[in-house]
Structures are given as C-alpha cells and as structure tokens.
C-alpha cells in the first residue's frame, strides 16, 4: 500500500480549510471596522427676509414632497425663530434642496411615520380657522379649500351625518388613528365644529384623499393633541428606539438614562457618551451595510459636535465626528436618491448671525 506524501495531505486540508472559508465568509457577520468618511454638500443658506429673526431652530417635523412635479426630492420643514422683544413663531419652509427657499403660507400639517412622497399639502390657516389643499405652481402657492367628496359623508364614511360640510371651519382639531389596527396611525381625523368628523390619509400617489370607512374609529376632541408632531421616542420611559445596532434584524433601544442599549440578542452594552442637555440621538444606515449606525449630537458650548458610533466587536465604536464650532444644529436622516443609503440633513446655525445654513452629509 502506498502512502501518500506529506505535502499531498497539506494540500487536502488547505483545500478543506479554504473551502469551508468561502463557504462561511457571506454569512459570517463581519468585525472588521468599516471606514466611514463623511462628504458635506452645501444646499445653500436660508435668506434673511424669510426667517429676520435669531435664534432659528429646526423643528422635529420633516416632510419629504415633489411639489414641483420634477421628480426629484424636495423637503418641507418647520422652523421656529424669535425676534427681537417678540413672541417665538412656527412657520413651514419648502426648499427643493438646491438652494431654493420658499415660506408655506399656512401650518403644515405633517403625516406620522413613513409618509409617501407628497405632491401637494393639507394646512391649516390660523388666521381664517380653515383646512387647505396647497400646491405649488413655480414660485408661487395655489391654495383651495379642502373640497368635500363627491358623494354625501354618510355614503363615504358610513355614518350618520346630517346637512353639508362647511368649508369655513371655526376650530378645527386634529388627531391620527390607526385605520387598521396595525399600530401605524395612517389616518387623519379633524373634528368639525358641528360636532362631525373629517377623515383624510396620504394617498400612495402623493395626494391626500378622503378616508372611507364601514365604521368611524373613536376619536373625541378631548384626546386631540392638537398638530400632530413627530418624535423618536418609544412607548417605554426613558427608551428611544436606535434602529438595527446588533445588525441581527430586530430593533433595539437605549436608554438615555442608564446609557445603554438594549441589543434584541438580550446584551446591553454601555453607549460611551455621558449625559449632556439637549443632546440628542439618531439611527441612519450610512453606508449600506448591517448593522445601522448611531447619530449622536453633543451639545459642547460654545461649540456642537456630531458624532456616529457603530456597533462592532461588543462594543459601540466612534467611527466618524464633526465638528460645528460656534453653533447649533439640527439633524434629519432621509434616503433621499432611494438607494437605500442614508443621508444626514443638517441644519446649522452660527451663534449672532442668525443665518440657517442647509447641508447633507454622506
């Protein structure tokens, strides 16, 4: 019987081993830092006859729309701004994100969640209490009352409802409902002075469209809370929703008071930043890959930083800071091209100058 040499029984366990490699290696969950080098892309500066006040803040409602029809992406964001011996003000600013600035001249009304893109709004005019459909015609603002249906109320949401809807509303408030009871609120609900309820849902195709329904959802204005906004916070005390971190599938959250996170695997590594007033947290996936990354903004007077963590090797990782000196900033995640990368909107703003400055940073 021959015995094989040496070198041949090398051979066959280098094949074996770099099989079982190649085999392994597109599941194997990857430790190895990934480089993340941030890109700033100017979109331009807010001009000072839009917003003459200071001390111009980026609000929590953002809206992504394609108002003027181009296809490409546009934003609709509320700013807060006070002047001088003044009260603080709320308006809604459209920019098509190439330097164009536009003021809405009435109070947005923003949908909860993950909205389509929409191709006109529905506000609400203050100083005329009505509800309006706006569109946008060049520069300027093509507003119409909101329209009632083509057939009666009782036919469209089939309820009870008794003369015409009148267009002229004298209070409105608003509320969201989950239409069908998958725990997204979809559906928006206006209360009418006459007692009777209005239901409208952002259509697939960009327009807003009257709700119908065999049976009305519970709604009181008591429960209103009025405009809705929009905030990261989850239903638990203290717990803020942080996307993938763990890269496993399943979302996590942290905890702004102990400072950790909770991984769905059932680990809790310590987020490394202490708590800071008015910071603030963000989940992005920035480059395409699992896990998402942690968007962190550190309020350092007089100075703010952003700063992005990745989940790696156990524990949470800076990957990428900038710095902003001199300012505060606001921060929005958006895929704005849809390939499934993320963008981070940032709003800057240089401490006595007043001046809003836009940016994305990839």
């Known amino acids: 019987m021959n015995k094989r040499p040496l070198w041949v029984w090398l051979a066959l366990l280098c094949l074996l081993v770099g099989g079982v490699f190649l085999f392994w290696r597109p599941f ?11 890109h700033r892309t100017a979109l331009g500066r ?21 108002l003027n029809g181009d296809g490409e992406a546009e934003l609709v964001m509320q700013l807060g701004y006070k002047r001088e011996a003044r009260r603080h003000r709320t308006v809604s600013l459209w920019t098509d994100l190439q330097g164009k600035f536009l003021i809405v001249p009435a109070a947005v009304i923003y949908p909860k969640g993950d909205a389509p893109i929409l191709k006109e709004l529905i506000a609400f005019s203050e100083q005329s209490a009505t509800l309006r459909r706006l569109r946008l015609e060049g520069s300027n603002w093509q507003e119409e009352f909101l329209e ?45 002075p006459t007692g009777k309820q209005l239901y409208l849902t952002p ?4 327009h807003w469209q009257y709700a119908r329904f065999t049976s009305a959802p519970a709604f009181s204005v008591e429960s209103s809370q009025g405009l809705p906004l929009w905030a990261h916070d989850s239903t638990d005390w203290g717990w803020l929703w942080c996307g993938d971190a763990d890269g496993d599938g399943a979302p996590d959250k942290l905890n702004r008071i102990t400072r950790r996170v909770r991984l769905s695997q059932g680990d809790y590594p310590l987020f490394p930043e202490p708590s800071r007033e008015g910071e ?3 989940h992005a996936n920035l480059d395409g890959q699992s896990p998402d990354e942690l968007v962190y903004i550190a309020p350092m007077p007089p ?3 952003l700063r ?12 990428a800071q900038k710095r902003y000196s001199g300012a505060s900033i606001g921060v929005r995640v958006y895929d704005l091209n849809g390939d499934g990368v993320d963008e981070l909107l940032v709003a800057s703003q ?13």
């Open 148 to 192: 009632r249906p083509a057939i009666t109320l009782s036919e469209w949401m089939g309820v009870e409802h008794d003369g015409e809807l009148g267009l002229s509303l004298i209070s409105a408030h608003a509320a969201w409902l989950d239409r069908d009871g998958d725990g997204a609120q979809d559906v928006l609900a206006f209360a009418l």
């Open 280 to 282: 603030a947290f963000l």
């Open 203 to 206: 259509a697939p195709e960009g």
């Open 46 to 66: 807010i001009p000072r006859e839009l917003l003459p006040g200071k001390r111009i803040q980026l609000g929590p409602p953002t809206l992504l729309t394609d």
């Open 308 to 319: 992005i963590y990745r989940y790696q090797n156990g524990a949470f990782t800076l990957i």
């Open 303 to 305: 100075d703010t930083e």
């Open 350 to 362: 240089t401490r006595g100058r007043g001046a809003l400055t836009l940016s994305l940073l990839r």
């Open 28 to 38: 194997a969950h990857s430790d190895t830092p990934r480089p993340l080098a941030i």
